[in-house]
């Protein structure tokens, strides 16, 4: 069946596995939410979509775009179109993350943290993903 892309992903930061400004990637939104019969999701894509981690940063990143080739492990490649923004943390968030791992307890004031946010398109084809962008 013809799609645009097999899967589009919004992963962000997980806050539940969150140590000292470090933590790792969570699905927070999946289209669709169930496998396709000819291409199965592979939930690992997370670990591909933020390649330097997921890392809570006071300093303002650019938008970022690049795309990633995952092989499975028939051999079929998936191309994993990310782009990568950061999200503003409110302060009183940021302070009870910072507060609860007690890393950052000098650096808990008002300052905002950015969050690391990707939105992904996962395609057998990588020319309907690069037309997107």
Known sequence: MPRLADYFLVVGYDHDEERGGRSCGKIIQRFPD?????CSFN????HFCQPQGWILTAKR???TFFISILTDLDGLRHYCACLT???T??????NILLNKTNDYSDEADDTAFLLPRTQDLVDELITNIVHIF
Not at 34 to 38: N, Q
Not at 43 to 46: A, C, F, L, Y
Not at 89 to 94: G, I, R, S, V
Request: charged share 25%; hydrophobic share 40%.
């Open 34 to 38: 169930k496998d396709w019969s000819d």
């Open 43 to 46: 939930p690992r894509v997370i």
């Open 61 to 63: 990143e650019l938008p």
């Open 85 to 87: 923004f950061h999200q």
């Open 89 to 94: 943390l409110l302060p009183a968030t940021t």
